[in-house]
């Protein structure tokens, strides 16, 4: 069966159709156990007595058990089900006491209050069109009272000044923070500047190192202040927020590869030793920390969004949704043979920003 | 007709005004100061319809006044601060560890202060709960077509609820400042850095300098318990409301028009209902509560922006443009001197945006479409506005996917599959998935839609195999219940927008023809294949016809096939029914 779609306007249709169905109206009501049955009745009256009356001795219940059950001293606080008592207990009653209210009116609610189905008619969203005339009339009585479509200079002026009082509201806010100026192209990484494992700050002796291993470092000013081998003014070890500042951005990988399987891009090639590369730690996609490294492959893998970059390839980005190589920090040896930065970074770390170039 | 007082009712007594007494005396001393008395008289026995989907919104609702009450106490020990200092309370795993105050007062309130976990877990579950009930209420609300005129601009507060909802989570998540959610943070910049010329500002007067600053965990608080729950308060006033002065949409059915409203009165019974419901949704936060856990910050750490937990994801519901980010490309334009990161620009600044603005365009969309400007205050069941249905479940598909693409790592690990493939499979299905969710929901509806005509042309069907004289098989079909009838015509004809001409009398093109083809074409494909309730003609033919078949079919009533014929030890030679071919 189909029938067929008809176009004709709204009006046309009510005229010409009537209801397929008449409208049967509204069901009779039908009363329900309780409506006639005085035993059921009292029966349902004492139901829902009883469920309030329950719900008084639940928060009883949480009150005892606030004093009762000991939660400091972690040495053994009780436990329910390897659970914090205190914390299921004071749940359970809460919980139960406030369940049994709500059971508790819905009941009386189906089975004792009137439940005579009414009806009442709706109105149109909209005004009459009497009070929208007498809306718009007073109205233009006010504007043409007040003269703010005869007077344009008052007028103007009274909008400029209420449009200027904008700006303080932004201006206000301009101390919310500094100007980015250069600060994201920089980091603490200076020539000469220990790469030293983080947790413990030990240095890192080249020699050490074996291949597939990678260790996570940061600079060394981080423990002690570092005074430049050459001379030169002492960077002092960091505190408070810029400490976490610093440390967010100067997180650093070092890793051994076999020096044959490396692929250094061009000027590049003295950035190692002995197939040691250090690389940012921040992942170049929205700034996670690195942390999965694959020895077999050299592949670094971000556990946010699972970026993965070939450090045996200038941390090219080989999957995933970052957009460009893990930055490269060139290193050297200092004199006793371990681990120093040459440079800062030589471009910024981390995500992508619209000054980075 | 005056609207406040009940014209109709299936009752039997008429309501009696309150006898005078003590409260009397209260209530004459609050109104003669308030006039109390003409908002009551009109809204006391306000109806309201009933079914079990209008408890959806109610569920969002009482959420966020849990929300509000287990909030406040968190504040009393909460610190939102920065600074540093070293713990020494009851956990005594991470004793003596340095960490912020935030982080500090967190754990305090975790494991010292009693009930203290208890309120940090209802808080963390009655979120789950606004959010997902915002979300299944919006679903109610557009399937079943009540955010049609006069209701669009509730549909549009009701976006905007969603919308602060999710940003008020993500600071509530973000405030602990354990390892996971300072993770969260550190995204968030650099989303924020993504969007081209302002971004790195943003991202600077937001940290109050560079990541992570000592600032953003005391504004985020500022934001989280007071800028976007004041906002939210002032919304959901709103929605209420409005919801007030249209009156709630009611299902088709006997005696419900789209004129009327039919229920049951605000006092006694939906105020006991609601009531009770809220106290239902507060005891099932204060269980889960009680008896699962929910975000141990504990076992996180405190933040440290060298180190990151495997397995990092957010709050389920910033899952979705999470997983668009992770199937992204890694696309980056450099050009003079610039870069922007479509990598991250698309999936997290647009596409939520470019999904809200859908969102809260649809009622638009669709009346724009369809040209249809009348009010209306009748549900619609699903089936019977298929392009709609389809048009959502599209856009649940896309969302679905997105969602799923957030947990490709937990995927990869669980069903052993490469992050790979699952990359490259979502990068396909995130478009064709929604396309082909459309075709097929659309043409589901359109069955459906079929069926209903064919129950009410021909009855539904009894389950009854009857056999005729001629020995072929029948099954039985009895005409349904008139009010079912009723309810299942009680629906609008489609009416495809039609323009009233294309040119003017002297033939030149009206103005905005172009316009008016495209909507005339649109609301085609828009009712294209629907079905149309019978009229009353085709339901009366129908219904003689089967009082015919009835007729022919009496004196077979109460005989029956006894089956013999198919268990294989009674020949059937020269038995109609086996070599019966229709
Ligand atoms: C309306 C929606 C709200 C949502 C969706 C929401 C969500 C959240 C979430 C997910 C958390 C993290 C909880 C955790 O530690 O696991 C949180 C924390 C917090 N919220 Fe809310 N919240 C809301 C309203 C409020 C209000 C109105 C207040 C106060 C008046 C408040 C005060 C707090 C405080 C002080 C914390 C930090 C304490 C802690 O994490 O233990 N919240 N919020
Ligand atoms: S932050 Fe590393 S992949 Fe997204």
Redesign the pocket.
Known sequence: MSIDHEQRTGSELVAAEPDPVPDPGMEEHLPRPTDVDPIAERRAERQVATLFGLSVLFTLGFCVAYFAIKIKGRTDPPHIFGWGASNVALGGCLGIALLLIGTGAILWARKLMGDHEIMEMRHPARSSDEDREEALSALSLGTEESGIARRPLIRNSMLAAMGALGLPAIVALRDLGPLPGKKLFHTVWTEDMPIVQDVTGTKIKASDMQVGQLVNAEPGVFYDAFTPPGGGTTVEVPEGVTAQEDRAKAAIVVVRMDPDAITPAKGRADWGVNGILVFSKI??????P?SLWEQQTHHLL??????TFDLADNGKVIF???GHALPQLPIKVDEDGYLVAQSDFTEPVG?SFWERG | MSTSTPVNTNGTKASNAAKPSKAGAVADWADSRLGLATAMKKNLRKVFPDHWSFMLGEIALWSFVVLLLTGTFLTLWYRPSMGETVYHGSFQQLNGLEMSEAYSSTLNISFDVRAGLLMRQMHHWAAMLFIAGMMVHLLRVYFTGAFRKPRELNWVIGCLLLLLGTLEGFTGYSLPDDLLSGTGIR?AD?FIKSMPVVGTYISFFLFGGEFPGDSIIPRLYTVHVLLIPGVLLGLIAAHMLLLVYHKHTQWPGPGRTNENVVGYPMLPVYAAKAGGFFFIVFGVTALLGGFLSINPIWRYGPYNPSEVTAGSQPDWYMGWPDGL??IMPGWESNFWGVTIGWNVLVPIIIMPGVMFTILLMLPFIESWITGDKRDHHLLQRPRNAPTRTALMVALMTFYGISWMAGGNDIIAIVFHLSINSITYFNRVAVFLGPIIAFIITRRWCISLQRHDNETLLHGYETGVIMRDASGGYTEKHLPLPVADQYTLTARDRDEIYQIESATDENGVQAPGTRKERLRASLSSWWYRNNQQKPTRAELEAAHHHAADEAAHDAPLVGQRADGHQFDGRHGTEGDDLAHHKD
Do not use: D, N, W
């Open positions: 992942c170049t996609h929205v700034g996670c690195i971000c556990p946010c969004h699972q970026s995933g949704p970052a995500p | 995204a650099g980010l992770r």
